[in-house]
């Protein structure tokens, strides 16, 4: 059996432009009409943010804090959803031991909550990584990251508590620092995501 | 050369990213639509972050120069 494609054979580009000027001549347009061009709606523009901040070490937080603070700083609608080691900076910084049950507590002790005490997730040392960064940040004027907490949230970021990891760690509302959201779930995320907000997992 | 009138100041010399930014768009909140305010900064990854957010933002900056190592921005806002 033999296949034949059947292709419409094409019109040499020369009849193909008579034709177009006998158009042009019939209807008088010019030859070339410049198709009218998209316009670019500023408003359109994607302006909600969320970012699953989910890390609780040390660089991860300040990234998380940067980012938030520019998006709000420039007029983006930030959300912030703390989960897992990313609720510990939302712990007040003088809670020494958080949680209701022995292995909570523990937990707490072994990994101090607080915006001020988090970790290098390399290069900690004991202390003298954070504490080399510290100084570092203030030589050249680099805020810490309690100091862009605050601001964030001077700035309208809206920072979403999980409910799963208030649970999971014992942490109660008295525990956290003062201004958050109440409590939510992912769905409340994915809703966000899928009306368009741009969305950052750090 | 027309004298503009600068209405606020956000001194931000000293200072690194993103602080410059957020101070600007602290002091620059409270002002009427159309006042002035002059940016001071140190930051040399000010001088490209200050016309992204001028364009995100919808601010105008008026005037963009540099002093020894001090960048200074005049914004409009909006």
């Known amino acids: 059996m033999t296949l034949t494609a059947e292709r419409p054979i094409a019109a040499p580009a020369t009849a193909l432009d008579a034709i177009a000027e006998a158009i042009a001549d019939v209807e008088g ?24 901040a989910y890390s609780g070490e040390l660089e991860k937080t300040w990234a998380s804090l940067i980012i938030a603070t520019t998006a709000a700083a420039s007029g983006v609608n930030t959300k912030v959803f703390m989960t897992f080691w990313g609720l510990q900076w ?54 810490k990251p309690k100091e862009l907490l605050e601001a964030a949230q001077a700035l309208g970021v809206e920072f979403m508590p999980c409910q799963m990891t208030m649970d999971m760690f014992g942490l109660k509302k008295d525990d956290m620092i003062d201004g958050l959201g109440e409590p939510v779930g992912a769905a409340t995320v994915i809703e966000l995501l899928s009306n368009g907000a741009a969305s950052l997992f750090i | 050369m027309t004298t503009l009138e600068i209405v606020a100041q956000v001194d931000a010399r000293g200072l690194s990213c993103p602080m410059p930014i957020v101070r ?45 190592a001090v960048y200074r921005f005049v914004i409009r806002r909006k």
């Open chain 1, 90 to 143: 939302l712990v007040k910084d003088e809670k020494r031991m958080t949680g209701e049950n022995a292995m909570q507590k523990m937990l707490s002790l072994m990994q101090r909550p607080g915006i001020s005490h988090r970790k290098l997730s390399k290069m900690n040392f004991l202390g003298m990584g954070p504490w080399m960064m510290g100084v570092l940040a203030k030589k050249y004027g680099v805020a």
């Open chain 1, 29 to 52: 347009l010019p030859e070339t009409e410049a198709l009218p061009q998209p316009t670019f709606d500023a408003e359109v523009k994607p302006r909600d943010l969320v970012i699953i």
């Open chain 2, 24 to 68: 600007t768009a602290q002091g620059i909140k409270p002002l009427a639509p159309g006042a002035l305010v002059e940016v001071l900064t140190t930051d040399p990854g000010s001088q490209k972050d200050f016309v992204a957010w001028c364009r995100s933002t919808g601010n105008e900056l008026v005037e963009q120069s540099v002093d020894g």
